[in-house]
T-cell receptor
């Protein structure tokens, strides 16, 4: 089983719909992140959390919200999806000492 | 905040040749510079990293160099092989924010 699991892996939705992307990890890491990948723009940080009670905005948080339900779970929500949120979304984890990010396999979201 | 620029966006080399990818960063407080490799359909994976107290680091065919004065760092791949074909991302992390900011990525193609 993957150490960092994202669900769903693919989702097509319509403008205005609420969408939740979920991430769970078995690595025991404190820190979790949500990144967005767009062609030519690389990986951009949306939100990150250093522990269960900690939530921080990244580079592009507008239009998104997150919830850290437990150490192992970090979900990303789009309250009212719009077409320019069509992208590949990655969840990642790290511990506080080493700093290496471990990524999930990504969730491809298409907003029509 | 930190800004990371990465060049080139695409790079094609013949098998056995060397490949070099360059990145610049803006925040002089950045102290950690990893490189990630993303294969098709997968999440990025760390391949090598360097900290600000070191000028060069090697791991078999891969090396990274860091010039703190110029605020740039580079990935060098020697004796390239077809399995090196992937998207490569550089990143920088600042000591005070502990956020990892990525470059825009380089698509490397190694032709047999």
């Amino acid at each position: 089983d993957a150490d960092v699991t994202q669900t769903p892996r693919n989702r097509i939705t319509k403008t205005g719909k609420r969408i939740m992307l979920e991430c769970s990890q078995t690595k025991g890491h404190d820190r979790m992140y949500w990144y967005r990948q767009d062609p030519g723009l690389g990986l951009r940080l949306i939100y990150y959390s250093f522990d269960v009670k900690d939530i921080n905005k990244g580079e592009i948080s507008d239009g998104y919200s997150v919830s850290r339900q437990a150490q192992a779970k970090f979900s990303l929500s789009l309250e009212s999806a719009i077409p320019n949120q069509t992208a590949l979304y990655f969840c990642a984890t790290s511990d506080r000492y080493v700093g290496e990010l471990f990524f999930g396999e990504g969730s491809r979201l298409t907003v029509l | 905040g930190e800004n990371v620029e990465q060049h080139p966006s695409t790079l094609s080399v013949q098998e056995g040749d060397s490949a070099v990818i360059k990145c610049t960063y803006s925040d002089s407080a950045s102290n950690y510079f990893p490189w990630y490799k993303q294969e098709l359909g997968k999440g990025p994976q760390l391949i090598i990293d360097i900290r600000s107290n070191v000028g060069e680091k090697k791991d078999q065919r891969i090396a990274v160099t860091l010039n703190k004065t110029a605020k740039h760092f580079s990935l060098h791949i020697t004796e390239t092989q077809p399995e090196d074909s992937a998207v490569y991302f550089c990143a920088a992390r600042t000591y005070n924010t502990d956020k990892l900011i990525f470059g825009t990525g380089t698509r490397l193609q190694v032709f047999p």
